[in-house]
């Protein structure tokens, strides 16, 4: 896909992404004796690193975290018996193309399958980047006639691949049907665009925004250095045009498994206006586990940073269940209750509670109610 907006009303060419090998090691971002990795990998998958990403790449640093997100990967062609294709089931839940409908009050609408960048650990890496495209102006009408006839859907979920990489006509346009459908309550737009190609965010983006309908925006960042200033620059265009931001991130070996990194993206998330929402323990997709750490290590991270920072920082630690069945929080629990009957009511006029422990931030035990 070329690196212009897509559609009509196209903005001047944006500056070129490197795309396959010969662009990576022209760039310094891979040595020269890894072009048949790289070939091999892009055969498989789609690449493109932007000119803003690459210049936040330490190519001194054979681990950088940016580079891991970003920069291919032999391991990618390693497969796992856990693996799986489409590993939280949108196929499944798919009634119309470009319609995901998995919970009953929300929907994904997905206009296109391109991105300004490709990361490595993406869970729709078997589509993305590919011949799918952009939804054509029929499919569209009949995505949006879906969402029309079902009243109870209160929030559509635009993402793809990335919307912003739609001009900011068709993006006006597509959040102006919306803003007609009446029992559409919110519309929220995915994007990684703010930290991988912030120069798209322009002021005619912005606009095409608005609506009496309330639009939120998630920005996806995995690690404070993708909040560069231009990336600061960017949210800051949608914050003062009343546009509230969201965080969602992905917990990635080699990024920012450690609490001390999380803590930092999550300060910077805050800094710049944007609530961290999702922490996303890492899907199935093919080719991915490099990226993956345990469970029980994620929530013990999750639980170191309940004493390190504000509640403004904290996410919600979740998995997506694969095959479709949802969402759901996985952090660390700090009750346990001890031998007996648990809560009971007395004489229908309050609440007794048996013993509970509850575990502070910093593992100190505490009775619940206290004794004495």
């Known amino acids: 896909m070329p690196d212009a907006a897509i559609g009509p009303n196209t903005a001047p060419p944006r500056p070129r992404s490197l795309r396959n090998a010969s662009d990576l090691i022209a760039a310094g971002l891979v040595p020269p004796e890894r072009r048949a990795e790289i070939d091999r990998v892009a055969a498989r998958y789609a690449v493109a690193v932007t000119p803003d990403v690459a210049a936040l790449i330490d190519r001194a640093d054979a681990a950088d975290p940016i580079a891991r997100q970003y920069v291919p990967d032999g391991r990618e062609l390693e497969t796992s018996p856990a693996d799986r294709a489409d590993p939280i089931g949108d196929a499944t839940h798919a009634p119309v193309k470009g319609i995901v409908h998995r919970y009953?009050?929300?929907?994904?609408?997905?206009?296109?399958?391109h991105c300004p960048v490709y990361c490595r650990f993406c869970?729709?890496?078997?589509?993305?980047?590919?011949d799918e495209g952009v939804l054509g102006e029929a499919e569209l009408e009949a995505a949006l006639d879906y969402i029309r006839a079902h009243e109870e859907i209160w929030e559509v979920v635009v993402t793809g691949g990335d919307p912003f990489m739609l001009?900011?006509?068709?993006?006006?346009?597509?959040?102006?049907?919306?803003?007609?459908?009446?029992?559409?309550?919110?519309?929220?737009?995915?994007?990684?665009?703010?930290?991988?190609?912030?120069?798209?965010?322009?002021?005619?983006?912005?606009?095409?925004?608005?609506?009496?309908?309330?639009?939120?925006?998630?920005?996806?960042?995995?690690?404070?250095?993708?909040l560069s200033p231009a990336a600061a620059a960017a949210c800051r265009k949608l914050n003062r045009a009343g546009i509230p931001l969201l965080g969602q991130s992905v917990l990635l070996a080699g990024v920012n498994d450690d609490a001390a990194t999380l803590e930092d993206l999550l300060r910077t998330m805050v800094k710049n206006r944007i609530k961290p929402y999702y922490?996303?323990?890492?899907?199935?997709?093919?080719?991915?586990?490099?990226?993956?750490?345990?469970?029980?290590?994620?929530?013990?991270?999750?639980?170191?940073?309940?004493?390190?920072?504000?509640?403004?920082?904290?996410?919600?630690?979740?998995?997506?269940?694969?095959?479709?069945?949802?969402?759901?929080?996985?952090g660390p629990t700090y009750l346990e209750r001890d031998a007996g009957a648990g809560s009971r009511r007395v004489e229908d006029r309050y609440w007794v509670e048996d013993k509970y422990w509850v575990e502070d931030p910093w593992g100190g035990r505490h009775a619940y109610p206290p004794e004495g």
């Open 123 to 130: 869970f729709r890496r078997e589509r993305v980047g590919g």
């Open 279 to 330: 922490l996303h323990h890492p899907d199935l997709a093919p080719g991915t586990g490099h990226f993956r750490i345990g469970i029980e290590a994620g929530q013990a991270l999750m639980g170191r940073l309940r004493g390190r920072v504000s509640g403004l920082c904290q996410p919600a630690y979740v998995l997506d269940i694969p095959g479709g069945y949802g969402k759901v929080p996985i």
């Open 167 to 226: 001009p900011a006509a068709r993006i006006a346009a597509l959040v102006a049907s919306l803003d007609e459908i009446p029992h559409v309550a919110t519309i929220r737009f995915h994007s990684r665009v703010p930290v991988s190609d912030p120069g798209r965010v322009t002021e005619a983006l912005v606009a095409a925004l608005e609506a009496e309908t309330p639009v939120w925006v998630a920005i996806h960042c995995n690690h404070a250095r993708e």
């Open 104 to 113: 009953p009050d929300r929907a994904l609408l997905m206009p296109l399958l």
